[in-house]
Structure formats: structure tokens, C-alpha cells
């Protein structure tokens, strides 16, 4: 089994700054490839970031590329989220997930296997 703890949400400016943290729990000989996914109020859950089990490869979705970054932690098993440059759309509860079943998980938020508990970002003006 797999435990997820998402931290550091808050409420930021837009044009400021956060950085997400997902705590991973499993065991130590498992691997995960983790994902980064979010949620509007009235909105259907949307990718965000993944990334492969070692961290080498990362993707995002275009509403974040070159503002936000995925990255790991593998010995300390923390999972981030650097957000730069927010803004009011950027607004949701966020959620990290992981995916047991690949290298690098999809975009898909039914592909992956687990689900932390999310934290909320949001972004005024």
C-alpha cells in the first residue's frame, strides 16, 4: 500500500509563488512514477505534472509548462511541486498521485493506482 500526504498549499498573490510537497509511504522496495493533478470548484480534475520513477523524465500540461516544476526526492520520498508566476486560474485543490504500473505515469487521472488527500492553492488578486 501507498500513502500520500500533500503539504503547502495556501493562499498566495498572482505572480507569487509555492511550492507543493507530497509525502510518499510504501515500501522500500516498490517504485511509483508520480503525478501532479488539480481540481477547480465545478471543474473536472485535470493533469498537471509527472514524472518517472527516477525523476529523469517530466512532462506537463501547456497551462503550466514553463511555470511550474515536478521534481523528487527518491531517499528522502517526497514528491514536489514548484509554481511560479500564479495566477486566478491556477486556483484548485491539488492532488499527487502514483502509478505503480509504469515508468512514467500518463495524464490520465484513472491510470493512476493511488491518491493523496489534496491541498488547496488559491491565487488572488
Known amino acids: 500500500q501507498v500513502r500520500l500526504v500533500e503539504s503547502g498549499g495556501g493562499l498566495v498573490q498572482a505572480g507569487g509563488s509555492l511550492r507543493l510537497s507530497c509525502a510518499i509511504s510504501?515500501?522500500?522496495?516498490?517504485?511509483?512514477?508520480m503525478g501532479w493533478f488539480r481540481q477547480a470548484p465545478g471543474k473536472e480534475r485535470e493533469f498537471v505534472a509527472r514524472i518517472s520513477r527516477s525523476g529523469g523524465m517530466t512532462n506537463y500540461a501547456h497551462s503550466v509548462k514553463d511555470r511550474f516544476t515536478i521534481s523528487r526526492d527518491n531517499v528522502k520520498n517526497t514528491l514536489y511541486l514548484q509554481m511560479n508566476s500564479l495566477n486566478l486560474e491556477d486556483t484548485a485543490v491539488y492532488y499527487c498521485a502514483a502509478d505503480g504500473k509504469r515508468t512514467l505515469g500518463t495524464s490520465l487521472d484513472g491510470t493512476y493506482d493511488y491518491w493523496g488527500q489534496g491541498t488547496q492553492v488559491t491565487v488572488s488578486s
Open positions: 510504501k515500501r522500500p522496495d516498490s517504485e511509483y512514477a
